[in-house]
Structures are given as structure tokens and as C-alpha cells.
Nanobody, 116 residues
């Protein structure tokens, strides 16, 4: 499975971005999918997750501002980010687990920079 993330960029505080993550390869083997981010000097953190059945979770700091979704037909993962804050700045990575949970797949990351 290969994951290709896109959609990052530079935006002012209060603005919006939409990230996409396109999966290719053995897409039948994809289970749960997530978005992680890593801010400069900080550890990578889980931002939002969606199971193959559609169950969704967010970290508290993005609730009400970010929306995760997936298009199972295209095996594409999205992250709609609104009301962006400077602390949302970081490299955003898409991640997927294989259906049985044995394998992890990572995208290459896309930079999101929010200016104050």
C-alpha cells in the first residue's frame, strides 16, 4: 500500500485547508486510517482517526474545527481543517493500518503552516 498526501500550504490564522491522502496498491488490505501531525521540536501526534466502519475520533484541540472523512470507493482519506490556528502548524501525515492490524503504512507528509 502506498499513501500520497497533498493539500498542505501556507494560510493565515482563521483560514482553511483540505488535506487529501490517496491510497494505491493493495487497497483491499486497508483498515483504519488516521491523520498525524508533527510540529517542530515535538513528537508526532494523532490528530484524527476513522475506522473502516466510519467511527471517528479527534484530539480535543481540533474538535469542532477539523473533519476527517474517507471515500472508500477511491480509498482516499481527507482532513478538512477550518479556523486554523498557528499551533496547527506542522507536517501532516496520513497513516493506515492493514485490516488485521499487522502492518502500518505512512504517507510522505504535507506541510501546513498557519501564520498569525
Amino acid at each position: 500500500v502506498q499513501l500520497q498526501a497533498s493539500g498542505g500550504g501556507l494560510v493565515q490564522a482563521g483560514g482553511s485547508l483540505r488535506l487529501s491522502c490517496a491510497a494505491s496498491g493493495s487497497i483491499f488490505n486497508i483498515g483504519n486510517m488516521d491523520w498525524y501531525r508533527q510540529a517542530p521540536g515535538k513528537q508526532r501526534e494523532l490528530v484524527a482517526s476513522i475506522t473502516s466502519g466510519g467511527k471517528i475520533n479527534y484530539i480535543d484541540s481540533v474538535k469542532g474545527r477539523f473533519t476527517i472523512s474517507r471515500d472508500n470507493a477511491k480509498t482516499t482519506l481527507y482532513l478538512e481543517m477550518n479556523s486554523l490556528l498557528p499551533e496547527d502548524t506542522g507536517v501532516y501525515y496520513c497513516h493506515a493500518k492493514s485490516r488485521l492490524g499487522y502492518n502500518d503504512y505512512w504517507g510522505q507528509g504535507t506541510q501546513v503552516t498557519v501564520s498569525s
